[in-house]
């Protein structure tokens, strides 16, 4: 026996009550978690089992919509990987097993998969907590930017973006979401005013509803900070392109980032708001500026022409 370490009278080592007093304090405050803390099933469990089934039912479609599964395949895959990571951060029990639904043989199965996804995901915007919230939105934007790569992976409605109803008076960081949202779609609009120099009659149309549209968002939002008392943030004279707009390729490039930016700023408001109109005014504020930027990467061949998870930084 080493100095230092002799027995006491029960037959332990100093080292070894040492041991086990240090495990009976962890113990104390291990047991104290147990107070409040959520049991039930963690409902992204089954969107994440979910995501999983999609990806693995798009890898096996084969023929000439195997180029176009393999894009949802990997949207939906690291829909897989984020929902479960939200899961095992929460440390809640999986969900329930779910059906998994008709099988998927071919890209008409696979659109009727993206819009059930899309449509659950949507519904558990409005209630839930502040970063899920954006998690599920992104997820949701991301199952419509897929789907506006092809018609045959079903068709996302457009929104009408009128002022959203019923808002309560946002405050505190909502108030700041807002105004990032606001000063968003101000460059937006400056940024698509600017690429008509360079970009033929061809674009005219896309050009004309997304400008409607972020005009229609603009408004709706100065009103909703208006109504909270709150200086609604003015547009900027110009604002700074990341490169020179030169051409077509630069002109379609800066719209690409003023989509860009306008998804994380809405998501943004997904996660610092707790109001459900604003939430669901921001979820397709979100949807919809992704769906724009998958348009715009298409028609840039930029690779890969959709982000599975809009808004979200990488």
């Not at 949701?140 to 973006?161: I, M, N």
């Not at 033929?200 to 109504?227: F, G, N």
Request: aromatic residues 4%; neutral net charge; contains cysteine.
């Amino acid at each position: 026996m080493r100095a230092g370490w002799r027995s006491d009278r029960n037959g332990l080592r100093r080292r070894d009550a040492l041991r086990l007093g240090a495990i009976a304090a962890l113990a104390v405050p291990l047991a104290a978690c147990g107070e409040g803390y959520d049991d039930s099933p963690d409902p992204l469990s089954a969107l994440a089992d979910d995501a999983s089934a999609d990806a693995k039912a798009a890898r096996a479609i084969t023929g000439s919509g195997a180029a176009l599964a393999a894009t949802v395949a990997r949207v939906r895959a690291e829909h897989a990987r984020a929902l479960r990571r939200e899961v095992v951060r929460a440390n809640r029990p999986p969900a329930k097993d779910t059906p998994e639904g008709k099988p998927v043989t071919d890209l008409a199965s696979l659109s009727t998969r993206l819009t059930t996804a899309r449509e659950r995901t949507r519904a558990m915007v409005p209630t839930a907590p502040g970063y899920r919230a954006g998690l599920l939105g992104a997820v949701a934007a991301g199952c419509a930017s897929v789907q506006a790569l092809d018609v045959t992976l079903g068709k996302v409605a457009e929104p009408a973006f009128e002022q959203p109803g019923q808002v309560g008076k946002p405050a505190g960081a909502a108030v700041g979401a807002l105004q990032r949202a606001l000063a968003a779609e101000h460059a937006a609009i400056w940024v698509y005013d600017l690429v008509t120099a360079f970009l033929s009659a061809a674009y005219d149309e896309a050009i004309e509803a997304a400008v409607e549209e972020h005009q229609a968002r603009r408004e709706a939002t100065e009103r909703v900070l208006t109504d909270a008392g709150v200086s609604p943030v003015p547009p900027e004279s110009a604002y700074r392109t990341p490169k020179p707009v030169a051409g077509e390729e630069s002109a379609v490039a800066v719209v690409v980032v003023a989509e860009t930016d306008a998804t994380a700023a809405w998501l943004g408001v997904l996660e610092r708001t707790a109001d459900p109109a604003l939430r669901r005014y921001a979820l397709d504020a979100l949807q919809a500026s992704a769906v724009h930027a998958t348009h715009w990467r298409a028609e840039a061949g930029i690779s890969p022409a959709v982000v599975a998870l809009p808004g979200m930084t990488a």
